[in-house]
């Protein structure tokens, strides 16, 4: 499922070996770990990535993340993500994920994301 549109994004993941539970299937955090990579990639292109927001002192953090999962992977799978921002509600971003194998949708997301001053951060910090 490939897309040309500049808003959206595709990456595969492979399933590594120590990522399977005992089960044979991979956890639902190895699942968000490759969500959290691909939106960073995903930033990365679009000029608000971490090195982007870094210059202005701002770094992104996950708000809120709902995640429905079909079925998991297991060792020597691939996954094939596909991600595009969804919109904004005032300060959030919203991003939206599809989980793919070869089979199909296995898993969907949506994900909303703030950015937060470091420099402010630092000084909430000292004051404490």
């Known amino acids: 499922m490939t897309t040309e549109s ?18 044979g299937r991979v956890s ?14 995903h930033a990365d292109r ?3 990535g971490h090195r982007d927001l ?15 999962v079909d079925r998991l992977p297991g060792f020597g799978g691939h ?7 969804s919109g904004n509600e005032r300060l959030v971003a919203l991003r939206d994920f ?8 296995m898993g969907r997301a949506t994900t909303s994301w703030v950015t937060l001053n470091a420099r ?9």
């Open 28 to 41: 639902v955090t190895a699942i968000c770990d490759q969500l959290q990579d691909i939106a960073s990639r």
């Open 6 to 23: 500049p808003l959206t994004y595709e990456h595969g993941y492979d399933i590594r070996s120590y990522e399977p539970r005992p089960d």
């Open 46 to 48: 679009l000029g608000f």
């Open 54 to 68: 870094k210059q202005s002192g701002h770094f992104w953090i996950l708000a809120r993340l709902h995640l429905v």
């Open 120 to 128: 402010s951060e630092e000084h909430t910090s000292e004051l404490q």
């Open 79 to 85: 996954t094939n993500i596909l991600t595009w921002p």
């Open 98 to 105: 599809l989980v793919l194998d070869d089979d199909g949708p």
